[in-house]
């Protein structure tokens, strides 16, 4: 972390001298969740109120062996927080798919650690098709694609990306149903799915509205008007960039109305 704006940084979560793969999220009141590879430092997950003071609460029952762990927090209850776990050395079809699963954690009291929150694993809902190789079961390439959304209206619609894109509208229920919406077209062959492009890395909903959302992958940029629908249609925004594993992007946050990107 920094606190004079970049000048100096330290390390207060993982290690420099191992390979950590790490991913952060905060939440609108400044509560922060951190999630570390098993075989760094500090690893699973922790919660701090103000950056200073963490607080372990990785859950009983999870994984010894995981790798990459990517963080969704619910905007309409900041109390719920998703995690994608890769690599992990569940049993699968119990509790994983393809060494892959999700909990869901809802803070309750504290420091969230122990009754203080309380976790769902929902891995073995995961998608499970027969097909293709690297296109049936949910797979991220060792962790490669990885990605986690919550829809802004409710903490239980749920966006996860992998190789293909999926959606549930329901988390709550006991094994979710998952319906995939982007990356490959179908389980059955390599075909893409229409405007869409495999290897999700990022996603987000436009600011303002519960449907409209917008996905990050290896094809580049693409849109979708109603992520709820039936069958999701996208429209393709690269307009002519042609470099579309892009891994970095900025604007003009001082200029009112500057288009420039």
Same mark, same amino acid.
């Given at each position: 972390k920094s606190t004079n704006g970049g000048t100096n940084w330290t390390?207060?979560? /993982?290690?420099l001298t191992n390979n950590s793969a790490t991913d952060v999220q905060v939440t609108t009141s400044g509560v922060v969740y951190a999630a570390i590879n098993s075989a760094s430092t500090n690893p699973g997950i922790s919660r701090s109120p103000d950056v200073v003071t963490w607080t372990s609460i990785t859950p009983a029952g999870f994984p010894t062996v995981y790798g990459r762990i990517v963080i969704g927090i619910a905007p309409s209850n900041q109390n719920a927080v998703y995690f994608l776990v890769?690599?992990?050395?569940?049993?699968? +079809?119990?509790d994983q798919i393809n060494g892959h699963q999700i909990w869901k954690y809802t803070y309750v009291s504290g420091d969230g650690s122990g009754a203080g929150g309380t976790w769902a694993n929902k891995g073995v809902s995961l998608p499970n098709q027969t097909g293709a190789t690297n296109n049936a079961e949910f797979s991220t390439q060792t962790g490669y694609d990885m990605a986690v959304q919550v829809k802004p209206d409710n903490?239980?619609?749920v966006i996860i990306g992998g190789v293909n894109l999926y959606k549930t509208a329901d988390f709550s229920v006991a094994t979710p149903t998952w319906t995939r919406l982007g990356g490959y077209a179908t389980a059955a062959n390599y075909g893409l799915y229409l405007n869409h492009h495999?290897?999700?890395h990022s996603g987000f909903f436009r600011p303002?509205?519960?449907?409209?959302?917008?996905s990050g992958?290896? /094809? /580049?940029?693409?849109?979708?008007s109603d992520v709820?629908?039936?069958?999701v249609a996208w429209s393709v925004l690269n307009n002519g960039y042609t470099t579309s594993q892009?891994? $970095?992007?900025?604007?003009?946050?001082? $200029?009112? +109305?500057?288009?420039v990107i």
């Open positions: 390390t207060v979560r /993982g290690s890769q690599g992990t050395n569940g049993t699968n +079809g119990v903490e239980n619609f495999p290897d999700q303002g509205s519960n449907v409209i959302f917008y992958h290896d /094809g /580049g940029l693409t849109k979708t709820t629908a039936g069958t892009f891994y $970095t992007i900025a604007i003009d946050h001082a $200029t009112s +109305g500057d288009n």
